[in-house]
């Protein structure tokens, strides 16, 4: 489809900053994050907001630069309770976050070990942005004329910041925080003295060390959020960057820096505010400094990185929605599933809807658009086929050993079966969950049952290979249910039906019996059959 006329927001998005920006060589998106903790899946809707406009844009033959700016110079300031040595980790609050150890000893820093995995799991949904660690530019000097351009115009940001608060700064209140040279923590606020040049005095309210910086050399002195913002974005010349409602709001951190920025000589980039993302079914709320976390890897277990991708470009950035862990995951991947063969032509709609599902779909592709309409396993039977085998997905892999063309249906077959198969252990439903029993069990059983199961075997032992699809096996044993009834009106087909899913898995219920039957196969239902005297 065209993508200059598809309404889709991040189609929108990209032609409001091609208008707005004029044409340029190269348009700059941005996004960014502190690594205080585990990054949460609530966080990812920024991440992935400015990647799809990322990707509207270059459908545009535009290039593109989208940064990740790790605040990674930030201070270390709350535990978050997930985290292992809490002991250990309190020796470093009020540490630059980069400068803490991680307390999992696998990377250089708490911040490493974060920005790590948040980067891990970005890299398996195709986004792949320019990294930014903050504490590397502040370190080796890149902000020092900005910090000095901040201090000389201190009362001007306060002005634009009092206007926004019910309490004024207090007179003592800089544009800055300085790490203190002695103890390397940022408690040093009440304290600091500008020259008007280049040389900051101050005295550290922790350890009473009392020092004198040098602006132009110094590694230690870092501006505040509402300051840091808006010079990043004129540092970076800065196209496009959404916020989250948190930052959004009138006195927030945007409507100040818009303010702010002029100081150091630039303007806003558009600004597009999404909507939180929640978990539906069987997770905590989303916060990095709660124990409970969510986040982009957890999801990744239970969907298919194209279909996290899909869920959020189906959605407009300013609504608010939830992914399901619960039983409405079936619904998600059979609507996911529908929108791919509308996308490929292969199940018809009408214009608009087609249009639509082709432009989603596009955008949530992971390594390009495929040749050709993908193997798609239907999730709810592919649940079944798995438990079938016990869990095996090589063995799970030869019923579909026909459909399996490429190794793009290779990798959905594989993606696919791990996250069924991680759904069913930890979310699936208890009575979405069987094992195929191995030996006949012991049962009890009445007449009707030995008639109709005794009639069934039959046709089955003569039949079986010849059954051309579920309906013919499903017609089948209503044939047999209809001639008990016959002899009977009060009885129950639900009757019929439990004494075979006890027999196949010991449970009162379970998939539907035609295309279970073939799924298990001749030999094994035969085996379970013959272990019962039916005459
Ligand atoms: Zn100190």
Request: glycine share 6%; net charge negative.
């Amino acid at each position: 489809m065209n993508q200059q006329i598809s309404n889709h927001w991040a189609d929108i998005t990209a032609n409001r900053i091609i208008k707005e920006c004029g044409e340029k060589e190269i348009y700059t998106l941005a996004s960014g994050i502190t690594p205080s903790g585990v990054v949460h899946f609530g966080n990812f809707r920024e991440t992935i907001t400015v990647d799809m406009v990322a990707r509207a844009l270059r459908d545009r033959g535009k290039k593109v630069r989208f940064f990740f700016s790790w605040d990674d110079y930030d201070t270390f300031r709350k535990i978050p309770k997930n985290m292992p040595k809490q002991e250990e980790l309190t020796k470093y609050l009020f540490h630059p976050i980069v400068d803490t150890p991680d307390p999992f000893g696998r990377d250089e820093s708490y911040a490493a070990h974060h920005e790590k995995n948040y980067e891990g799991q970005l890299h398996r949904v195709d986004i792949y942005p320019e990294p930014i660690y903050q504490a590397e530019k502040y370190k080796n000097g890149h902000y020092k004329e900005e910090i000095k351009k901040a201090l000389k115009n201190r009362d001007a940001i306060v002005t634009i910041l009092n206007k926004h608060r019910t309490e004024p700064l207090a007179d003592s209140w800089m544009p800055i925080s300085v790490y203190c040279e002695k103890c390397n923590r940022d408690k040093t606020d009440s304290n600091v003295k500008y020259d008007g040049d280049h040389h900051l005095s101050y005295t550290c309210d922790l350890c009473n060390h009392q020092g004198t910086l040098d602006l132009n050399t110094t590694s230690l002195v870092k501006l505040p959020w509402r300051v840091d913002w808006p010079m990043r974005w004129v540092y970076e010349k800065v196209d496009f960057e959404p916020g989250g409602k948190d930052h959004s709001s009138e006195g927030g951190s945007f409507s100040t820096a818009k303010e702010i920025v002029n100081i150091f000589g630039g303007k806003a980039p558009l600004y597009l505010q999404y909507e939180f993302v929640s978990i539906k079914g069987g997770a905590g709320k989303m916060s990095s400094s709660s124990g409970e976390v969510v986040t982009l890897e957890d999801v990744l277990k239970i969907y298919e990185p194209e279909i996290i991708r899909w869920i959020f470009a189906s959605y407009r950035s300013n609504v608010e929605f939830s992914i399901s862990f619960d039983l409405d995951v079936l619904k998600t991947y059979e609507d996911f599933d529908r929108q791919e063969r509308l996308a490929f032509g292969v199940e018809a709609g009408n214009e608009g809807k087609v249009a639509i599902a082709k432009r989603v779909y596009q955008l949530s592709t992971v390594g390009g658009m495929p040749d050709s309409m993908p193997f798609q396993p239907s999730f709810r039977h592919l649940c079944n086929v798995l438990q079938t085998n016990d869990g095996n997905i090589e063995k799970a892999k030869e019923f579909y050993k026909d459909e399996i063309k490429n190794e793009r249906d290779q990798r959905r077959f594989l993606e696919r079966s791990n996250c069924a198969l991680y759904w069913i252990e930890n979310y699936a439903p208890e009575d979405f969950k069987f094992s195929l029993n191995k030996t006949p069990v012991p049962l009890e059983m009445d007449e009707t049952q030995k008639i109709f199961l005794s009639k069934l075997k039959g046709y089955l032992t003569e039949h079986f290979d010849k059954i051309k699809d579920d309906k013919e096996l499903h017609e089948k044993i209503y044939e047999f249910i209809n001639e008990l009834k016959a002899k009977d009106e009060s009885l129950d087909p639900g009757h019929l039906f439990s004494i075979l899913y006890k027999i196949l898995i010991s449970k009162e219920k379970g998939p539907k019996l035609a295309s279970f039957i073939r799924l298990i196969g001749k030999n094994k239902v035969l085996e379970l059959l013959s272990g019962y005297d039916l005459n």
